[in-house]
Each structure stands twice: as structure tokens, then as C-alpha cells.
């Protein structure tokens, strides 16, 4: 059974910084990439950045310069940094792992963290 666990979400002021962190229940490395998702009320999830098995990294547009996206194998946790942290970022933040088979793929997902960026 995967089990992805985040952590870290909270209130913070426009401009200001957060990180969230995600635990895999088991190896990180098994996974073919993982991810940081997100959903604002009323409007589809959608990806924040993504770093693959191989370590590259991917970013939304609207986080590019300002998110970062790490990985630590040891300690099987996923982490995301987010700085310049505006009021649109506000969200529900989903942790993401993917793995491949047979040219399926097959996604797992935390439970969700709330990011609330206001004044």
C-alpha cells in the first residue's frame, strides 16, 4: 500500500515563505518521478512541478523562479519550496508519485495540505 504523507501547510503573508514536505511509506526511488499538484476552490488540480527518478525538474509558468522542488532519497521525502508566495498560490497542495508499467501509468496521491497566502 503507497502511502504518501505531506506536511508543512499553513497560513502565511503574501511575500512570504513556506515548505511543504512529503513522506513516502516506502522506497522514493521506486517511483518513476513525483510531483507537487494543487486546487484552488472552484478550479481544476494542477501541476506545480514535478522532479523525476533521474532528479529533472519541471515547473508550472506561474511558480517558474519563485518554487523549488527537491528530492531526498535517504530519507524518502519529496520537498517543495516556496518563496514570493502570492495570494493566487492559495491551495490545497497534493504530494504525487507515478510509476510506469506496461506503458501505463499509475499515480498515487497524499491527502492534501492547505496553503492559504493572505494579509
Partial sequence: QVQLVESGGGLVQPGGSLTV?????????????????????????ELVAGITDGASTNYADSVKGRFTISRDN???????????????????YYCNAYRFSYRRRYDYWGQGTQVTVSS
Fill in 74 to 92: 535517504a530519507k524518502n521525502t519529496v520537498t517543495l519550496q516556496m518563496n514570493s508566495l502570492k495570494p493566487e498560490d492559495t491551495a490545497v
Fill in 21 to 45: 514536505s512529503c513522506e513516502a511509506s516506502g522506497s522514493i526511488s521506486s517511483y518513476d518521478g513525483m510531483g507537487w499538484y494543487r486546487q484552488a476552490p472552484g478550479k481544476q488540480r
